[in-house]
């Protein structure tokens, strides 16, 4: 069982910029895809990135390429989310999540997911 605690969301101007963090505890190994999804307000749960836990592929949205950056620390156990240029369509929950079977990259549909975070709010002003 593996347990993901977001946090570093919060309100911010549009241009500007917020690093979000999913601190990972329990059994995870090489062949884990960790990710963050958002879900604005009436609207349905989207990918946003992943990356592999063990070689550091990536795979993004085109909605936030050269926005944003995913990124994660093995030895803290913990990932990252850079968003820059924040836009107000950014708002929303952010999800960290997970899954231990490789096949699925980029893990980029909800149902890849097998472990997801309680989610951090992000909202931007405009």
């Known amino acids: 069982q593996v347990q993901l605690v977001e946090s570093g969301g919060g309100l911010v101007q549009a241009g500007g910029s917020l690093r979000l963090s999913c601190a990972v505890s329990?059994?995870?190994?090489?062949?884990?895809?960790m990710g963050w999804f958002r879900q604005a307000p009436g609207k349905e749960r989207e990918f946003v990135d992943a990356?592999?836990?063990?070689?550091?592929?990536?795979h993004y949205a085109d909605s936030v390429k050269g926005r944003f950056t995913i990124s994660r620390d093995n030895a803290k156990n913990t990932l990252y989310l850079q968003m820059n240029s924040l836009k107000p369509e950014d708002t929303g929950v952010y999800y960290c999540?997970?899954?231990?079977?490789?096949?699925?990259?980029?893990?980029?549909?909800?149902?890849?997911?097998?472990?997801w975070g309680q989610g951090t709010q992000v909202a931007v002003s405009s």
């Open positions: 329990g059994r995870t190994s090489s062949s884990y895809i």
């Open positions: 999540a997970a899954t231990r079977t490789r096949s699925r990259w980029p893990m980029a549909r909800r149902y890849d997911v097998d472990y």
């Open positions: 990356i592999t836990w063990s070689g550091g592929d990536t």
